[in-house]
C-alpha cells in the first residue's frame, strides 16, 4: 500500500489540483468580469452554476464511459478538453457566451472526481481509504493555497497586451490540463494488474483483499439501481450540504477579503490561509477516525464548528479576527470530505460503485450551483454581502446533523467480512503511509 501510494497519489494529486483551480478560477475572475460583461450577483452565479449543471447531466454517463474505455485514456480525454474549454473561454463577450462556455466546461469534466475516487477503489481495501482519499483530496485545499495567490497576480495583469485581467487567468489556468492530459496516457495504469511496478504477489494480495471485501456486497449490474436507492440519496443531501458550504467559501471569499480594502495581489495572499488551515484538516481528521475506528464525530463536530464559526464571522468588524473565524470554518468543511467518501464506497462494487459515485457526486455537486446562486441572490435584495453567507452558516450544521443518521444507514448492510491478518511487516508499511 505505501508503494501504491508513492506511485499514485502524487500524480493522482497533482491532476485533482489543477482541476480544482481550474473549476473555481471564476471565483477571481469575478474581480474584473462581472463589470466588464455587466452581470448581476444572481447573474454571475448562475452562470457560474452552469457548470455544476452541465457535470451533474453527465457524470454518471461519464463514469459508466470510464469502465467501459479504461481510467487512463478516459482522465486524458477529459483533462485535454478541460484544459481547451479553459483556454476559449478567453473570447467569452456576453451573459450567454459566459453561460455557454460554464456548461461546456461542466460536460467536459464531468465524471474526473469521482472517477478517481472510483479508481482508488480497485487498489485500496477498506481500511486504508480514508487516509488515502484525504491525501487525494488534500490537492483540494492546496489548489487554493498555491492558486490563489497566482490568481491574484493574474487578476492584477488587467490590461496588459489589451487582455483583461479575467482573461489571464483562464488563459494561464487552462494550458496545465492539456499537458498533463497527455502525461496521463503515459503514467498511469489501468489498475492493480497493469502495474509493472508491483511483483505478482504484490497484486495477488491487492486482488484477494478486495475480493474478499466484496462478498457480502450488492452485485447488481444495472447502472440505474443507484436512483432508487435511499441509502444513496440520503448521501446525495448529506453531500449536497458539503459541496454548498464548500462552494458558497470559495466563490465568495475573494470577495469578502477583497472587501477589507487590500490590493487583487494581496487578495490572493490572504484568500490562501484559510485553505492552508484546510489542508492541515485533511491530513489530521481522516488519521484521527482510521485511528479510533470513529467516523461519525470526526465528521459531525467539524462541521458544526464550521457553522458557529462561519456564523460569528458576520459579527465582527475585525478583518484579522474575520479571516481566523473563516479559516476555521473552511477547516470544519473540508476536513471531513474524505472520511465521506470512504463511508460511501463501501455499499457497492463493480459497475454499480462507477454509477454510485458518480450520482452522490453529480447531484451533490449542484450545491455549488445551488449555494453561490442564493448567496447571490440574497445579497442583491438586501445588498448586504455578509447576509448571503448564513447560506453557509445553513449547510454546515445540516450536514452535521445529517451525520448523526450516518451510522444507521451504514449498519443497515450487511456487516463486512474481516480482512486477513497483515504480516507485522505490512502492519509497519501501512503505518508509514
Not at 501504491?4 to 500524480?11: M, Q
Request: charged fraction near 15%.
Amino acid at each position: 500500500m505505501a508503494l501504491v501510494t508513492r506511485r499514485l497519489l502524487p500524480f493522482l494529486a497533482l491532476l485533482y489540483l489543477v482541476a480544482y483551480i481550474d473549476r473555481s478560477n471564476v471565483g477571481f475572475a469575478k474581480l474584473t468580469l462581472q463589470s466588464d460583461l455587466g452581470l448581476s450577483e444572481t447573474a454571475f452565479f448562475m452562470g457560474s452554476g452552469m457548470f455544476f449543471i452541465a457535470y451533474a447531466i453527465f457524470e454518471v454517463p461519464s463514469n459508466l464511459l470510464l469502465e467501459r474505455v479504461g481510467a487512463r485514456r478516459w482522465f486524458a480525454r477529459i483533462m485535454i478538453s478541460w484544459g481547451i474549454i479553459t483556454v476559449l473561454t478567453v473570447f467569452v463577450h456576453s451573459e450567454t457566451s459566459f453561460y455557454l462556455f460554464r456548461f461546456l466546461l461542466g460536460v467536459t469534466e464531468a465524471g474526473f472526481y469521482p472517477g478517481v475516487i472510483y479508481f482508488l477503489t480497485k487498489w485500496y481495501p477498506n481500511r486504508h481509504r480514508a487516509r488515502v482519499f484525504g491525501l487525494f483530496i488534500f490537492a483540494n485545499p492546496v489548489s487554493f493555497a498555491l492558486g490563489n495567490p497566482l490568481l491574484g497576480l493574474l487578476s492584477s495583469l488587467d490590461g496588459t497586451l489589451g487582455l483583461a485581467g479575467w482573461q489571464w487567468i483562464f488563459l494561464v489556468t487552462g494550458l496545465p490540463a492539456v499537458a498533463l492530459g497527455v502525461v496521463t496516457l503515459f503514467y498511469l495504469p489501468e489498475g492493480p494488474e497493469k502495474a509493472k511496478w508491483l511483483s505478482d504477489a504484490q497484486r495477488e494480495w491487492i486482488r484477494s483483499e478486495l475480493d474478499r471485501e466484496a462478498e457480502p456486497r450488492h452485485h447488481s449490474s444495472n447502472p440505474l439501481a443507484p436512483l432508487k436507492s435511499g441509502r444513496v440519496w440520503f448521501f446525495v443531501l448529506q453531500f449536497l450540504m458539503l459541496i454548498v458550504a464548500a462552494y458558497g467559501l470559495s466563490f465568495w471569499l475573494p470577495t469578502i477579503v477583497k472587501g477589507f480594502g487590500v490590493s487583487d495581489t494581496v487578495t490572493g495572499l490572504l484568500t490562501a490561509i484559510p485553505y492552508v488551515c484546510a489542508a492541515v484538516a485533511l491530513v489530521v481528521l481522516p488519521r484521527s477516525a482510521d485511528r479510533h475506528r470513529d467516523y461519525y464525530w470526526h465528521m459531525g463536530l467539524p462541521l458544526a464548528l464550521a457553522g458557529v464559526a462561519m456564523g460569528l464571522s458576520l459579527f465582527v468588524d475585525s478583518p484579522v479576527l474575520r479571516l481566523a473565524l473563516m479559516s476555521v470554518a473552511a477547516a470544519g468543511i473540508l476536513g471531513p470530505q474524505p472520511i465521506f467518501w470512504s463511508l460511501s464506497s463501501q455499499l457497492f462494487t463493480g459497475v454499480r460503485a462507477a454509477s454510485t459515485v458518480a450520482t452522490i457526486n453529480s447531484v451533490g455537486n449542484l450545491g455549488g450551483w445551488l449555494g453561490p446562486l442564493a448567496i447571490g441572490y440574497i445579497v442583491d435584495m438586501t445588498h448586504k454581502t455578509s447576509s448571503g453567507l448564513w447560506v453557509i452558516v445553513a449547510a454546515a450544521l445540516i450536514g452535521g446533523a445529517l451525520v448523526i443518521q450516518t451510522r444507521r444507514i451504514i449498519t443497515r448492510k450487511a456487516p463486512a467480512a474481516q480482512p486477513a491478518p497483515v504480516p507485522p511487516a505490512a502492519r509497519t508499511t501501512d503505518h508509514a503511509t
